[in-house]
């Protein structure tokens, strides 16, 4: 069983900041990657930014440069710092972890989803 325990998220002016935070625990084997997704209303799900347990970062092309994630691989641990947010940043963001629970064995685990609001 794996569990990830986001935390963050809120309401926001537009340009302000917020830093998400992701915890995977639980039977990890082994851990490929660690990114965000966000779904915002009426949109269909998009990832947002992605970690690899090898040091390669994926970013949607809508957050380069406002947006910058970050790995605690010690702790398993994800960070989404992010600025200059917009009201189009409004969603409910979404902790993914891919990674193994046995050497053989792997699958996309989710976290329950924090909401970010981004209005005047």
């Known amino acids: 069983q794996v569990q990830l325990e986001e935390s963050g998220g809120g309401l926001v002016q537009p340009g302000g900041s917020l830093e998400l935070s992701c915890v995977a625990s639980g039977s990890i084997f082994r851990i490929v990657a660690m990114g965000w997704y966000r779904q915002g209303p009426g949109k269909e799900r998009e990832l947002v930014a992605s970690?690899?347990?090898?040091?390669?970062?994926n970013y949607a092309e809508s957050v380069k440069g406002r947006f910058t994630i970050s790995r605690i691989t010690s702790g398993n641990t994800v960070y989404l710092q992010m600025n200059s947010l917009k009201s189009e940043d409004t969603a409910v963001y979404y902790c993914?972890?891919?990674?193994?629970?046995?050497?053989?064995?792997?699958?996309?685990?989710w976290g329950q989803g924090t909401p970010v609001s981004v209005s005047s």
């Open positions: 993914n972890m891919r990674g193994y629970v046995s050497p053989l064995q792997w699958d996309d685990y």
């Open positions: 970690a690899t347990s090898g040091g390669s970062y």
